[in-house]
């Protein structure tokens, strides 16, 4: 088996365990569709955004 030649370094190392400590996205259920969507964002599924239409979503594409 091979061993490894030099040392790894305390900032690689810190870079490999970097994203151990990650915590998912949260999650809260739109007020007008109930759909999930990330919080402070307009909701993909209708377009709301704090109680007011900001995207026009077009029903016959789908």
């Known amino acids: 088996m091979p061993n490894p030649k030099r040392r790894h370094s305390k900032a690689r190392k810190g870079k490999r ?3 151990d400590f990650l ?3 949260g999650t809260t259920a739109c007020p007008n ?3 999930p969507k990330t919080p402070h964002r307009v909701c993909e599924n ?3 955004y704090r109680g007011q239409n900001v995207l026009q979503k077009d029903e016959d594409a789908l």
């Open 23 to 25: 915590t998912p996205v």
């Open 17 to 19: 365990r970097a994203n």
């Open 46 to 48: 209708c377009g709301h």
């Open 33 to 35: 569709c109930n759909n």
